[in-house]
């Protein structure tokens, strides 16, 4: 694969940007080599500076679950655009958006927009915290919920793959109220409670973690996770920046039917726009300014241009339920049939799918933890990656990443992930 102008690209970048990038995991610092730079997508393919083609299994990290360039979506945003970027004023796709989202995710009232998934959780723990008068917070080792500082404690993505589960810069009081438990493991979190009496906020946990590969809950955690809530006076928050749209229409709450307090949202929720909201209960956003006294603002919050492009593809997707049973039977497919290579070709793997989001993990072990995920050989992580992208599959460049499976995903697609996959399973 000739990625001569992309890597001149990336000498310039060098020069400006913090490892030429925006965001750490972009960087191929877990897999070496250039990311290559991406020029345009359409459906499922992407296409990079040097004219190399791919089947994208990232989709920007989720949110473009109907495929790059999905004509109603673009549409929408083009008409939304001719009236201009941004007023900082109250919009009428907003209310839409609050309305929408109200309808199809269950046990939420009230929401509020801000712009990225990090927003949406930093703002939904001060809610907790708010409207309990409580001050510490439960979260999962391996679960990420974005860069603010209270939630760099044992995160996941980027912060796993750069080695840094605990960043420089977060001062010990910022994280001194982050209890860390184990994810699928209850009694972690009972022992928390017990030790913390009378002073948990909140639990928040990602409904599936998917910032370590793909760990599904297991049967009984999230409705435990509920239990102990209820039972110790802390409210529930699930970060459905992941799941949410994706699992079902309604995220996890309706796929594994566990009723959580206080929903947070990214990725899909701005059909490619930079979105994040948090939804809960009217009684508990009363607490939210200029309601109630807990402060949260946003200049750019409830951008017009990017409600539209959300609005668009959740209109969509709600129109269109068979899509999670489309997508789903997709994944099996690719879950199966790299665990059909592995054997053939004698590689330990064990391959986690939930919905939309699959994992191959190069351990023959079970993966049901964050300790568990460390089992995987990353050095035959990095040797499939890298033999999947020369063959013209774009994933995730590290181990502790999902591969997001879109509608636009073709059987032709399909069919060339796996014999790519069989390849490269091969050479291990
Ligand atoms: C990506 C992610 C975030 C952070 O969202 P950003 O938009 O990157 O700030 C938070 N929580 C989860 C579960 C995520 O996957």
């Not at 991406?38 to 495929?67: A, C, Q, R, T």
């Not at 990420?144 to 009081?173: F, R």
């Not at 701005?270 to 948090?278: D, I, Q, R, S, T």
């Not at 309601?291 to 409830?302: I, K, N």
Request: proline share 4%; charged share 20%; net charge negative.
């Amino acid at each position: 694969m000739n990625l001569v102008i992309s890597e001149k690209a990336m000498e310039r970048a060098k020069n400006f940007l913090p490892g030429g990038v925006n965001s750490p995991v972009r960087a191929f610092g877990a897999v070496g080599g250039t990311p290559p730079f991406i020029v345009k997508g359409k459906g499922s393919h992407i296409w990079d500076l040097d004219n190399n083609e791919y089947i994208d299994f990232v989709g920007s990290w989720g949110p473009l679950i109907l495929g790059h360039s999905y004509e109603p979506v673009l549409e929408a945003v083009n008409e939304t655009v001719k009236n201009g970027l941004s007023f900082g004023a109250p919009t009428l796709k907003e209310v839409e958006m609050a309305e929408k989202l109200v309808s199809i995710v269950p046990n939420i009232e009230m929401v509020r927009m801000v712009n990225s998934g990090t927003e949406a959780v930093m703002s939904a723990i001060r809610l907790a915290r708010g409207a309990t008068g409580k001050s510490k917070i439960i979260k999962f080792t391996g679960c990420y919920h974005g860069h603010s500082d209270a939630m760099l404690v044992s995160a996941g993505s980027g912060a796993l793959t750069q080695g840094e589960p605990n960043s420089a810069g977060v001062t010990k009081g910022a994280a001194e109220d982050t209890l860390t438990a184990e994810y699928n493991n209850l009694d972690s979190v009972k022992q928390l409670f017990d030790a913390n009496n009378g002073q948990i906020a909140a639990i928040i946990v990602e409904p599936v973690a998917a910032n370590m590969g793909v760990v599904p809950p297991m049967d009984g955690f999230l409705q435990g996770l509920r239990d102990l809530c209820d039972k110790n006076g802390a409210l529930l928050i699930f970060d459905e920046v992941i799941t949410g749209f994706r699992l079902a229409l309604g995220g996890a709450q309706e796929f594994f039917g566990v009723r959580a307090d206080v929903v947070t949202f990214g990725k899909i929720i701005g059909g490619g726009m930079p979105v994040g909201a948090y939804a809960t209960t009217r009684e508990i956003m009363q607490n939210i300014s200029p309601l109630g006294s807990v402060y949260q603002a946003g200049t750019l919050s409830g951008n017009p241009v990017a409600m539209a492009a959300g609005l668009k593809q959740l209109e969509i997707l709600e129109k269109n339920q068979s899509y999670y049973i489309e997508i789903n039977k997709k994944a099996q497919f690719i879950a199966n049939n790299l665990r059909e290579s592995a054997e053939k070709h004698n590689v330990n793997i064990t391959v986690n799918q939930c919905g939309g989001l699959i994992c191959p993990y190069f351990t023959n072990e079970n993966v049901n933890s964050f300790a568990d995920t460390q089992k995987s050989n990353l050095e035959q992580f990095k040797c499939y990656f890298n033999t999947m992208l020369e063959r013209g599959i774009y994933l995730a460049p590290s181990q502790f990443e999902a591969m997001f499976i879109s509608i636009s995903h073709t059987d032709e697609d399909i069919s060339a992930f796996c014999t790519a996959a069989d390849e490269a399973l091969k050479t291990l």
